[in-house]
């Protein structure tokens, strides 16, 4: 079973509309982190935000928002006013403890092609 | 903020010869480090945790003796492919962290095309 799931493959909106991208998480531990990243062509991560378990306030970051649910087990991102440089594939990732570390489990991405 | 730097950015190399890759933690010491592939339009999948003076822990149906890594300083790890092939072709990311510490840090990425 998937620990992180981005049930949208790809999502195709025009441009000043809102989306939102969808996560579910599944994990047993109480302390754990989720975290979204934004990968544009050029392949290098964006981190966008992380939120520990213990914090399920919303955020808002500029045209950015985050919701996190633990009740459903989700971790929803909306981009308000979509713009084409949004345009890049958006990764949900967990990050749970073992050993000492955390090891992040990636979600399979979601593809978001913004049109003018 | 915490910058982890890979190289080479890209490479290509023939059939059957090894590659190295390496991975620094440029401003940080890295008790863990991980190491990560990509195929085109999927995701990034573990393939081997590695902490600084130790044997790297790799995942399932990853093969060891294939993707050498070597953690041997606190700011340096290198994955070495050996004996390359076409379907070795990809995307490897690596990741570092503290130790007890939530945060991952990744790498630019190297993009290796085998001919």
């Known amino acids: 079973a998937q620990k992180v799931t981005q049930a949208q493959t790809e999502i195709s909106v025009v441009e000043k509309e809102d989306v939102t991208l969808d996560c579910v998480y599944e994990?047993?531990?109480?302390?754990?982190?989720l975290f979204w990243y934004k990968q544009p062509p050029s392949g290098e991560l964006v981190f966008l935000i992380r939120?520990?378990?213990?914090?399920?306030q919303n955020e808002i970051s500029g045209r950015y928002s985050w919701n996190f649910q633990k009740s459903t087990s989700s971790f929803n991102f909306t981009i308000t006013a979509s713009q084409v440089v949004d345009s890049a594939v958006y990764f949900c990732?967990?990050?749970?403890?073992?050993?000492?570390?955390?090891?992040?489990?990636f979600g399979r991405g979601t593809s978001l092609i913004v049109h003018p | 903020g915490a910058v982890v730097s890979q190289h080479p950015s890209w490479v290509i190399c023939k059939s059957g010869t090894s590659v190295k890759i390496e991975c620094r933690s440029l401003?940080?010491?890295?008790?863990?480090m991980f190491w990560y592939r990509q195929f085109p339009k999927q995701s990034l999948m573990l393939m081997a945790t590695?902490?600084?003076?130790?044997?790297?822990?790799?995942e399932q149906g990853v093969e060891k003796d294939k993707f050498l890594i070597n953690h041997a300083s606190l700011t340096l790890s290198t994955l070495t492919v050996t004996s390359a092939h076409p379907e070795d072709s990809s995307f490897y990311i690596c990741?570092?962290?503290?130790?007890?510490?939530?945060?991952?840090?990744f790498g630019p990425g190297t993009r290796l095309t085998v001919t």
């Open positions: 990741s570092a962290n503290r130790q007890n510490h939530y945060e991952q840090y």
């Open positions: 994990t047993r531990d109480t302390t754990y982190y």
């Open positions: 401003d940080f010491q890295a008790t863990t």
């Open positions: 590695s902490n600084e003076g130790s044997k790297a822990t790799y």
């Open positions: 939120r520990n378990s213990f914090d399920e």
């Open positions: 990732a967990l990050s749970e403890p073992s050993g000492g570390s955390y090891i992040p489990t």
